[in-house]
């Protein structure tokens, strides 16, 4: 990847007070980040979504949503509740951090022990994720994360845990960086809500152990100018089970990558998202699995819905090593233009070394289906209503990636008010 020189945002960057292990983290990504130089229009991951406004020194400010028309997400669910204001920690918006089967810290305070089980992970899946793709976004993230939390699960949590990311302030630019832990057989469950500021760039690192279960649920709040970078970094060991879902609708401008390392054998990992975008919208997927292990599982699930010159954006990547046999991946990307005016840029990848492997992709484009609208119409069914129920059904199998059926409801139900606003 062609290096751009760090200019203005590296004058500007300031590393976060820590203790030792936490100072020496930080500068070590900020050498990374310096090595690497910071992502432009022409390095191949980003031709499809221009970075400019998620690099600047100072973030394009960004309108408040109300949101007083629907209840917050995930509130009917009982969690254990963790808020962030513009990327800074509301202890009195929290739930108390003590929960069986799980220790939760935040970042901020963890790093200002010398000791601390964090240190060897903070940062390191990141840097592991480095190769063979550059991501400076990343890098930017470790070196200058205020805070996020530290989750250690030794055991069954007994409850999911929800990050839960309010925007306040038009001009918020928060960097969030979030370490969890499985130790082996230990099992979580984390959400994530909410638009977290007018700009955020945001890091989660997931560390499994043996037949480790991890279930994460991620819905991107409805102020539309807001603009983000994601990243979830996961390393699975043997027998262990990684699902990630996300639901993107509205936001200018959103980025989510995953990159997996399969490490153990017998495991899987199967990441899926929804995005819905209507007029200025762009959003990214970009995913990288690397399976290094035998008889192993990943599936990428990924559908949007775009109109009114909506653009969506997917590059997902299976890499199988030579000695990671009985490979199973799958990838699927397909977007329903609701109009001649959006637009679907995909870029599917296999990359394989070993030979007894079943990997499949496949990305598809298209518009309504007019027979099945026609069906409908012809059954009574009013078009509005028609179309909505064919975007349903066009989304299932994203949403069917979600292992709580709880959770998938409320998705569901979410998706559904979001095309009844959204109706022409």
Known sequence: ??????????????????????????????????????????????????????????????????????????????????????????????????????????????????????????????????????????????????????????????????????????????????????????????????????????????????EARFNHVCTQGRDHARRAVTHIFARLAT??????????????LTRNECIIEITGDDAFAHVAGAALGDGDFHHDDTVFITHDAVNCESRQVFKKVLRNGATGVFQGKILVQPDAQKTDGYQISQALLLDDDSQFLAKPELEIYADDVACSHGSTTGAIDETALFYLRSRGVEKDEAQDLLVLSFLAEAIGEIEDEVLADEIQSRLESWLKRHSS
Not at 124 to 147: H, M, Y
Not at 239 to 252: H, I, M, P
């Open 1 to 210: 990847m062609p290096a751009t020189a760090l200019t203005e945002l590296d004058r500007e960057i300031t590393l976060p007070a820590a203790g030792v292990w936490g100072t020496k983290s930080r500068k070590d990504a900020l050498a990374r980040l310096t090595a690497m130089g910071l992502p432009n229009h022409r390095d191949e991951y980003w031709k499809y979504t221009r970075p400019e406004t998620l690099t600047s020194a100072t973030p394009t400010p960004a309108a408040i949503f109300d949101g007083n028309d629907e209840a917050p997400m995930f509130d009917a669910i009982d969690c254990l509740q963790i808020t962030f204001i513009d990327g800074v920690f509301d202890a009195d918006a929290s739930d108390d951090l003590e929960m069986a089967g799980v220790s939760i810290e935040r970042l901020a305070t963890a790093m200002e022990n010398d000791i601390h089980w964090a240190k060897d992970l903070y940062g390191t899946l990141e840097t592991n994720g480095q190769n063979p793709v550059q991501r400076p976004l990343a890098a930017l993230n470790s070196a200058t994360a205020t805070d996020g939390v530290v989750i250690h699960a030794t055991g069954q949590a007994a409850k999911p845990v929800l990050i839960r990311y309010l925007h306040q302030n038009e001009t918020s630019d928060a960097v969030l960086h979030h370490v969890i832990k499985l130790d082996d057989g230990a099992a979580l469950t984390v959400l994530e809500t909410g638009p977290a500021a007018a700009r955020l760039n945001k890091v989660m690192e997931v560390d499994q152990g043996n």
């Open 239 to 252: 027998e262990s089970r990684f699902k990630s879902f996300t639901l993107t609708a509205n936001g200018v």
